[in-house]
């Protein structure tokens, strides 16, 4: 009784052209299905891409707290504040 392995190795042995052949086979589809793979992983890797970008840049140091609580208190305007203020759109408390 043959191994699986032993049974690739003897097949490959005894039929060299069929193994070309199969093999071209498999390297054609992979090599046309590469698209859809490629646009499959970009569909789901962009997204995290997005969502790991913006938490970067998002990262809290010191100024950014400060501000933050500067605004808070109203000692200091955004731009979106300033832009709705003179809208005469108020925020509601």
């Given at each position: ?23 071209a086979?498999i ?67």
């Amino acid at each position: 009784m043959l191994s699986p392995l032993e049974s690739v190795k003897q097949l490959r042995a005894s039929h060299p052209y069929i193994m070309v052949g199969v093999l071209a086979l498999i390297m054609f589809f992979v090599i046309t299905q590469l698209s859809a793979i490629v646009s499959l992983v970009f569909a789901l890797a962009f997204p995290l891409l997005i969502v790991f970008a913006h938490a970067s840049f998002r990262l809290r140091d010191t100024s950014a707290k400060v501000n933050y609580h500067l605004e808070n208190v109203k000692l200091r305007n955004t731009v979106m504040f300033t832009l709705l203020n003179g809208l005469g759109l108020h925020e509601r408390a």
